[in-house]
């Protein structure tokens, strides 16, 4: 479970969005909460690069994806079942891209995913990109991996020509590179403006902005696509709002859980294309899909989160 160094975890969080009982309840029944969005579409966004959609939320597996468990088989199915579709990956993350690759072939549901992993190849050197590459499809179990990203920049320059050309040979169907570090954020800029990119991957929470600066209006600019991971800031939001019940507003954008608030909060920027939270719960699973249907919050309610947030005492 998620813990801040206070000890808040999502979960206290639920409970205070939605009180004990559902959150008790969200881990039992089967598909969608309680009812409460029951044939509400699902809110998605193209891919500018194609006019593809996707869902606003999807899924990451940085954490806790060491070993097949029944508890994420549950997540991986349950997260198809209620609509989610973007799943991403690294070899880097412990054994993250054979858990998810056993249990997709063990649900046999590969067309129900969009499968993003990641190349890491420090020393740029291209047989070690190419066998990176290709083990990384031998784990998720496909021949065809739906984005590839360069991950955290790493050789770039040795590695996106490669990337490219296994787009032409049908193997990746988008190329990305990803950051989660703002000291890269002007080599990402300078990146963005020399290549045709189809993706970019960045971090970006409601305590956590820089990215709106100038990373999200040039991605907009150029036909980027972008994906955002840590959404709550590694647990860093719900620490933020301990105690606190959802405001009034909440309730405009159809939301139950703060969890909820802070995923429609990114996604609805214009920018943003998928939220991917890391999600190891099933209970999470179906909070986080609760926010890719409903309402999402227009300019000014966006302002109005934020402002509400900053001024609460961490």
Same mark, same amino acid.
């Given at each position: 479970?998620?813990?801040?160094?206070?000890?808040?975890?999502?979960?206290?969080?639920?409970?205070?969005?939605?009180?004990?009982?559902?959150?008790?309840?969200?881990?039992?029944?089967?598909?969608?909460?309680?009812?409460?969005?029951?044939?509400?579409?699902?809110?998605?966004?193209?891919?500018?690069?194609?006019?593809?959609?996707?869902?606003?939320?999807?899924?990451?597996?940085?954490?806790?994806?060491?070993? +097949?468990?029944?508890?994420? %088989?549950?997540? &991986?199915? =349950?997260?198809? !079942?209620?609509?989610? $579709?973007? *799943?991403? @990956?690294?070899?880097?993350?412990?054994?993250?891209?054979?858990?998810?690759?056993?249990?997709?072939?063990?649900?046999?549901?590969?067309?129900?995913?969009?499968?993003?992993?990641?190349?890491? +190849?420090?020393?740029?050197? %291209?047989?070690? &990109?190419? =066998?990176?590459? !290709?083990?990384?499809? $031998?784990? *998720?179990? @496909?021949?065809?991996?739906?984005?590839?990203?360069?991950?955290?920049?790493?050789?770039?320059?040795?590695?996106?020509?490669?990337?490219?050309?296994?787009?032409?040979?049908?193997?990746?169907?988008?190329?990305?590179?990803?950051?989660?570090?703002?000291?890269?954020?002007?080599?990402?800029?300078?990146?963005?403006?020399?290549?045709?990119?189809?993706?970019?991957?960045?971090?970006?929470?409601?305590?956590?902005?820089?990215?709106?600066?100038?990373?999200?209006?040039?991605?907009?600019?150029?036909?980027?696509?972008?994906?955002?991971?840590?959404?709550?800031?590694?647990?860093?939001?719900?620490?933020?709002?301990?105690?606190?019940?959802?405001?009034?507003?909440?309730?405009?954008?159809?939301?139950?859980?703060?969890?909820?608030?802070?995923?429609?909060?990114?996604?609805?920027?214009?920018?943003?294309?998928?939220?991917?939270?890391?999600?190891?719960?099933?209970?999470?699973?179906?909070?986080?899909?609760?926010?890719?249907?409903?309402?999402?919050?227009?300019?000014?309610?966006?302002?109005?989160?934020?402002?509400?947030?900053?001024?609460?005492?961490?």
């Amino acid at each position: 479970m998620k813990r801040t160094p206070r000890g808040v975890t999502r979960r206290d969080a639920l409970k205070i969005g939605v009180g004990a009982g559902l959150a008790v309840a969200l881990d039992r029944i089967p598909l969608l909460a309680q009812g409460l969005l029951q044939g509400v579409s699902l809110i998605e966004k193209a891919i500018p690069s194609s006019g593809e959609k996707v869902p606003v939320i999807g899924m990451g597996t940085a954490r806790f994806f060491d070993s +097949v468990t029944p508890e994420l %088989r549950e997540v &991986i199915r =349950r997260f198809a !079942e209620l609509g989610g $579709r973007v *799943l991403d @990956t690294a070899p880097s993350y412990s054994n993250a891209e054979s858990v998810v690759g056993d249990i997709i072939a063990e649900l046999k549901n590969r067309p129900s995913y969009f499968l993003a992993t990641k190349v890491n +190849v420090r020393s740029g050197e %291209r047989d070690a &990109i190419v =066998r990176q590459m !290709e083990e990384s499809l $031998r784990r *998720l179990h @496909t021949d065809t991996v739906d984005l590839m990203q360069v991950h955290n920049l790493s050789a770039v320059e040795q590695t996106l020509p490669i990337v490219r050309e296994w787009k032409q040979a049908g193997r990746f169907r988008y190329v990305g590179v990803t950051t989660s570090s703002d000291r890269q954020y002007e080599n990402l800029e300078r990146l963005m403006r020399a290549e045709p990119l189809d993706f970019i991957q960045v971090d970006y929470a409601i305590d956590n902005r820089g990215v709106e600066e100038r990373i999200l209006p040039l991605a907009a600019e150029r036909g980027m696509a972008v994906l955002v991971n840590s959404p709550f800031g590694r647990s860093r939001v719900f620490q933020r709002v301990s105690g606190k019940a959802l405001p009034a507003w909440a309730a405009e954008i159809d939301c139950t859980t703060w969890g909820q608030v802070f995923l429609k909060h990114l996604a609805s920027h214009p920018s943003v294309t998928c939220v991917i939270p890391g999600t190891e719960k099933v209970q999470f699973v179906v909070d986080n899909m609760a926010a890719a249907r409903g309402r999402l919050p227009d300019a000014a309610l966006r302002k109005r989160i934020e402002q509400y947030f900053d001024g609460l005492t961490a």
